[in-house]
């Protein structure tokens, strides 16, 4: 399982162009691109945010003995 080859990219290709149509593609591509797009924008705010507050390691816990 290398990934995706020329001949998987064509069959999904196809496969869109049959459900979809040619003239609703571009649509389906934007509203993908902007949901990948802001996907990405909550995974770093998410990954900023876990800069600001310690793990549960890293905390005095009574029940350690720290």
């Given at each position: 399982?290398?990934?995706?080859?020329?001949?998987?990219?064509?069959?999904?290709?196809?496969?869109?162009l049959?459900?979809?149509?040619?003239?609703?593609?571009?649509?389906?591509m934007?509203?993908?691109g902007?949901?990948?797009?802001?996907?990405?924008?909550?995974?770093?705010?998410?990954?900023?945010?876990?800069?600001?507050?310690?793990?549960?390691?890293?905390?005095?816990?009574?029940?350690?003995?720290?």
């Amino acid at each position: 399982m290398a990934g995706i080859g020329l001949t998987e990219l064509l069959i999904v290709l196809v496969v869109v162009l049959v459900i979809f149509g040619a003239g609703k593609v571009p649509e389906v591509m934007r509203s993908l691109g902007s949901s990948v797009r802001e996907m990405k924008e909550i995974a770093s705010d998410v990954e900023g945010l876990s800069d600001d507050f310690p793990t549960g390691y890293e905390r005095d816990d009574p029940r350690r003995g720290v």
